[in-house]
Structures are given as C-alpha cells and as structure tokens.
Antibody, heavy 127, light 107 residues
Framework: EVQLVESGGNLVQPGGSLRLSCVAS????????MYWVRRAPGKGLEWVSV????????FYAESVKGRFTISRDNSRNTVYLQMYSLKVEDTAKYYC????????????????????WGQGAQVTVSS | DIQMTQSPSSVSASVGDRVTITCRAS??????LAWYQQQPGTAPRLLIY???SLQNGVPSRFSGSGSGTEFTLTINSLQPEDFATYFC?????????FGQGTKLELK
C-alpha cells in the first residue's frame, strides 16, 4: 500500500523558515518524481515544486522560486521542502504527491498526474 | 503559463442526478488532463487521468472526455459521498496548473 506522510508544518513568523518532510512507502521511491502542491484557505490547488527520481531535475512555481528548495534522500525514501523568507501568502496546507504518467521515448517531455497524496502539513505564516 | 478555467464554480444537485463539469485550457494540452476530488479536510484524490482514463478503484459513474482545450468530467447517478470540490489539472507543461475548482453541493 502506498503511503505518504508529511511532517514539519508549524506556525512561523513572516521572514522565517521551515522544512517539510514527506516519508514514502509502498513503492520504489527512486523510480518516481515527487511533487509538492499546496492549498491556501479559500483558494484552489497550486503546484509548488517537482523533483525527479534521481534528483537531477527540479522545477519551481514562480511564486516560490528563490525561496523554497526541494530535495530528496532516496536512501530514506524522503522528499523535503525547505522554505525560507516565508510570507503570509505562503499560508496553506502543503501536500506531497507521487507523480505518475508518461514520458516521450527520448525523454524530452513527461506528462504527470498525481496518483497518491499525503494527508498534508499545515503551514501558517503570521505575526 | 497555461490557464485552466472550470465552470461552473459551484453546482447544486440531488442524489441520483447527473452532473457535468467543464474545464478549459488557454492553449492545447492534448489529452494531458487529470481530475481530482477533494473532500473537506482530506487530501485530493485522483479520479481521471489522460482526460478519460479512470483511476483504479474509482467508481465507473465518473467519466472524463475531451482533448485539446476543452474537457468534461461527468458524474452519473450522484451518491452522497460525491458532494465535494473537483479540480482539473493540466500535465502538458510546467508550471502545472489547476482549475479554480467546482464545488458540488447537495440541493
């Protein structure tokens, strides 16, 4: 059974830092890209970041670029989201999600949906 | 970025009804479109991927169709557990984007 368990959510002041963790089980972790997606109160879902299975390919949403860092430890089946310079608008529930889908034969492009999600970690940025 | 627009933003229906939700993309995403259901306080759940493929374990009353820029999610014979918020997501290119959500409420 696939399980994703996030931790590290907390109340933090604007300008502060926080690190979220997501421990995965039930699948061969290194073979899959992992994502962070958030949902702010009263808003919709927002894709935040992705890291490939090897960790060699990373993308960020423009809203977090330069402030958030995604990483993974394949020996611990864990993906991380290090968040710096937090803003009030970063307040949200943060979900890690496993990526599934297809890649072009030459790996020039991949098309991913999120087939498993964690329960979420609440991040509140407030003074 | 590819903008995703869902309609309606909310819909009221009764148990047993059929409901259709539309998702439009600002440019073609081919068939790289997924649908998710989210109940209050829980994680999103994948329903449909690649526009029309039903995720394992999802009831067959859920179906998806479309390609290019226009997609639909249809729920036949609504059940009490279907009242939730639904999101579409384009998987064509980064940044992945979601529709704003459609809240399905009990009439």
């Amino acid at each position: 059974e696939v399980q994703l368990v996030e931790s590290g959510g907390n109340l933090v002041q604007p300008g502060g830092s926080l690190r979220l963790s997501c421990v995965a089980s039930g699948f061969t972790f290194v073979n899959y890209p992992m994502y962070w997606v958030r949902r702010a109160p009263g808003k919709g879902l927002e894709w935040v970041s992705v890291i490939s299975g090897s960790g060699g390919t990373i993308f960020y949403a423009e809203s977090v670029k330069g402030r958030f860092t995604i990483s993974r430890d394949n020996s611990r089946n864990t993906v991380y989201l290090q968040m710096y310079s937090l803003k009030v608008e970063d307040t949200a529930k943060y979900y890690c999600a496993k990526g599934e889908g297809w890649c072009e034969s030459d790996s020039s492009a991949c098309y991913r949906h999120f087939d498993y999600w964690g329960q979420g970690a609440q991040v509140t940025v407030s003074s | 970025d590819i903008q995703m627009t869902q309609s309606p933003s909310s819909v009221s229906a009764s148990v047993g009804d059929r409901v259709t939700i539309t998702c439009r993309a600002s440019q073609s995403v081919s068939s790289w479109l997924a649908w998710y259901q989210q109940q209050p306080g829980t994680a999103p759940r994948l329903l449909i991927y690649a526009a029309s493929s039903l995720q394992n374990g999802v009831p067959s009353r859920f179906s998806g169709s479309g390609s290019g820029t226009e997609f639909t999610l249809t729920i036949n014979s609504l059940q009490p557990e279907d009242f939730a918020t639904y999101f579409c997501q384009q998987a064509k290119s980064y940044p992945y984007t979601f529709g704003q959500g459609t809240k399905l409420e009990l009439k």
